[in-house]
């Protein structure tokens, strides 16, 4: 497999990509990272951006991420909402899950909001869907299937019971 090389492959599974905790709020259009190749209180931002944005672009696809690298004598993060106002987050000398920690707090959507999003997304108002909390309450309600067979009772041929009774008869 071409995309299981390089310097940890594991950030290329799919697997990995949909494990990323943070989504950010509908607000947020740019988010840029400023931080330095070198120097020990950039380290953090560095590992941020090796294992949590490949995450962070994954679950946030309408969001415009850019990185700068090695134009800034301390580590931030900016963010920019659509009403023109920003966010500065600072992330001098902190560790990589401190930073994603920060930002699930700060700019991320509250697990309450993306349990509500994923039931959304589950329902669907689909026709395929049937039963109890969705709209038809039976799949005979559905145009072209058969009716319940406790209202209408079901063509002989349709009853397995019937032909195993005339299989018997014939013996």
């Known amino acids: 497999m071409p995309f299981m090389v ?8 799919l697997k990995y990509l949909m494990s990323g905790q943070l989504v950010l709020k509908n607000k947020i259009q740019i988010l840029s990272i400023n931080y330095n190749t070198h120097s020990e209180h950039h380290k953090g931002a560095r590992g941020f951006i090796f294992w949590h944005l490949p995450q962070l672009q994954y679950k946030n696809p309408t969001v415009q991420i850019v990185t700068f690298k090695n134009m800034t004598p301390s580590p931030f993060i900016k963010c920019y909402y659509e009403d023109g106002k920003t966010m500065l987050i600072d992330i001098d000398s902190k560790s990589k899950d401190e930073i994603l920690q920060h930002l699930i707090k700060v700019v991320g959507k509250p697990k309450s909001t993306l349990m509500q999003e ?14 109890v909390g969705c709209e ?11 009716p319940c067979p406790g209202i209408v009772p079901l063509p002989d041929h349709m009853r397995g019971k019937i032909i195993i009774e005339r299989l018997q008869n014939k013996e």
């Open 6 to 13: 390089g310097k940890e492959p594991v950030r290329r599974t």
């Open 136 to 146: 038809k309450s039976c799949i005979c309600h559905i145009p072209g299937q058969l």
């Open 118 to 131: 994923t039931k959304i997304k589950e329902k669907k108002d689909n026709p395929a869907n049937f039963g």
